[in-house]
Nanobody, 114 residues
Framework: QVQLVESGGGLVQVGGSLRLFCGASGRTFSSYAMGWFRQAPGKEREFVAAITESGGSTYYADSVEGRFTIFRDNAKNTVYLQMNSLRPEDTAVYYC???????WGQGTQVTVSS
């Protein structure tokens, strides 16, 4: 299977930026798509962004379109989520996901303070 480890979360002020990292191991990284999800307290986990195997296509939730960017480096087995213009409603635990293997990381907390 695939093991995923996220990092890069933290506390940031409204309007600030963070970059999340997700390292993968266990399978050929360039052979599967990747995604980011998030879960806020008391809410269900929701889709944030996804990227195809080569990185040629990306997809975003409406709520983050234009502010977040997903990209990957297949040589480093890593997928990234660049988050700009952060808002309080972006506060959540962020998880990376490899849907082909139904694999999830442990999550990384992002808190946006006003």
């Amino acid at each position: 299977q695939v093991q995923l480890v996220e990092s890069g979360g933290g506390l940031v002020q409204v309007g600030g930026s963070l970059r999340l990292f997700c390292g993968a191991s266990g399978r050929t990284f360039s052979s599967y798509a990747m995604g980011w999800f998030r879960q806020a307290p008391g809410k269900e986990r929701e889709f944030v962004a996804a990227i195809t195997e080569s990185g040629g296509s990306t997809y975003y939730a409406d709520s983050v379109e234009g502010r977040f960017t997903i990209f990957r480096d297949n040589a480093k087995n890593t997928v990234y989520l660049q988050m700009n213009s952060l808002r309080p409603e972006d506060t959540a635990v962020y998880y990376c996901n490899a849907p082909r293997w139904n694999s999830w990381g442990q999550g990384t907390q992002v808190t946006v303070s006003s």
